[in-house]
């Protein structure tokens, strides 16, 4: 007889929720042990050598107005050296990455996506050597009017408005010409890849990982593992439709189609019975909430200082509050799991916060659909629309990028609207939303919790 006094802990390892941790810990614990256990070399010292000079390129603009700052020509230099440390620059971390790449960008042909052929490898580098050398030669010429630029608007103390301009406009345009000979060189160095044999494998990792809770929370590991295969396919697929050439200029991303291949599957032979027990919609959710909280750089948090934590942590949460307000008490509003799902929409982080709220509220399939729409179409309008608006009003970039970050939903968007702005916009923009995304986890345990 068990004792009625003893504490029953089998909840942590037979709640999905639980698992969740559990997996995206185990996940992101390998990752780091995979990155940091062979650090690319001297990486501490060049880190700390871009550091210092970025400081004192920095320093060097104190005191001026801030429509006068910009970052030099050596700034840039630290940055990119700083940038080109990366753990997956290792020989280690390339082999487990070459499993992580995304599909191709293709044109007609879907084939394209995973293939790319020997021949094909060859005619891309072929139409591009030219191009990358003259790519070349003009991110050459380009540094060097920024260099001579930046050095006239120096032997000013940079108190000339006029030279100051001119330096933001010539180091602007190295910058562009540096990015295109980048592309250049990605495709001059186009080789041979066949991604069907690594998206098994990664088919197979991703499925043994998540096979590990089912196993333990009591679930058939024959069946999950026959319908796994057919949810991987369903999501690559939507990442094959995303990364078509139209449809990616469009801005049609992945998780569009996803919502319409569900859709489609859903209202026409509908979802078939040995595919339900892979169909663990909140398991991988909430694993996948976990590594993306946890990846979220806290740096970031430092640089934004109190004001967007503030407005982040303190502006969000009201907003949410006031949104399920509105919408019981005014609009009255009969569903309160859609209500709580398209106020997270609106006002945490788009797609992500909805799907988790949806999750957290049980709502239906149908009202996390409708939220996903709406949060998808006004995003689309408000990345052009607020950019012209507050381009049109004179806004302060800081300003600026601080309501697109608080106010679009999807990280990408917020990124492409700062952008239309300005570097500064963009840069707060995207630091305000990674913030933002951390109230997720948060979000939906209180939603939990208080059963709303």
């Known amino acids: ?151 006239l608007a120096a032997a000013a103390n940079f108190r000339d408005a006029s030279l100051n301009a001119e330096a933001i406009a010539a180091i602007g345009e190295w910058r562009s010409a540096r990015t295109e000979a980048s592309n250049a060189r990605s495709a001059a160095n186009t080789q041979p890849r066949n991604l069907f044999a690594t998206l098994a494998v990664l088919m197979v990792v991703i499925g043994g990982i998540f096979a590990i809770g089912m196993g333990v929370m009591g679930h058939s590991l024959k069946k999950f593992f026959i319908a796994f295969p057919f949810v991987f396919l369903v999501a690559t697929s939507s990442f094959v439709l995303a990364a078509q050439q139209q449809a990616n200029a469009w801005g049609l991303e992945y998780v569009m189609w996803a919502l319409f291949l569900g859709l489609l599957i859903a209202n026409t032979i509908g979802t078939p019975s040995f595919v339900m027990p892979a169909v663990q919609t909140e398991y991988y959710i909430k694993t996948g909430l976990v590594m993306l909280g946890s990846t979220i750089l806290m740096n970031q948090i430092l640089l934004i200082g109190l004001p967007g934590i503030f407005l982040t942590w303190g502006v969000t949460p009201i907003v949410l509050v006031f949104s399920y307000w509105l919408g019981q008490k005014v609009l009255r509003m009969e569903s309160k799991s859609l209500n709580i799902t398209i106020s997270a929409d609106q006002s945490v982080s788009g797609v992500s916060a909805a799907i988790a709220a949806a999750a957290a509220s049980r709502a239906k399939k149908e009202e996390l659909t409708l939220a996903v729409g709406m949060s998808i179409t006004f995003t689309a309008f408000m990345m052009i629309a607020m950019p012209a608006v507050l381009i049109a009003v004179n806004m302060h970039p800081v300003m600026a990028g601080s309501w697109i970050g608080s106010t679009i939903d999807s990280t990408g968007a917020v990124v492409a609207a700062g952008e239309l702005i300005g570097p500064a916009a963009r840069d707060v923009a995207a630091t305000i939303k990674m913030i933002q995304n951390i109230i997720i986890g948060a979000m939906a345990s209180v939603l939990q919790l208080t059963g709303v």
Do not use: C
């Open 1 to 151: 007889m068990s004792d009625p006094n003893k504490k029953d802990y089998s909840f942590l390892w037979k709640n999905e929720d639980y698992w969740a941790i559990w997996l995206g810990s185990i996940i992101l614990i390998f990752a780091l042990i995979i990155f940091m256990g062979s650090p690319p070399e001297n990486m501490r010292e060049n880190l700390r050598a871009a550091n210092e000079t970025m400081q004192y390129e920095t320093d060097r603009m104190a005191g001026l107005p801030y429509e006068e700052v910009f970052r030099t020509v050596a700034w840039y230099n630290a940055h990119d050296a700083h940038s080109s440390v990366q753990g997956r620059n290792t020989e280690t971390a390339r082999f487990f990455m070459r499993y992580l790449d995304r599909v191709f960008r293709w044109e007609t042909n879907p084939v394209d996506a995973f293939i790319i052929s020997p021949e094909l490898a060859e005619t891309r580098r072929n139409a591009n050597v030219e191009r990358y050398a003259n790519a070349v030669i003009a991110r050459d010429e380009a540094k060097e009017r920024a260099q001579a630029a930046e050095d």
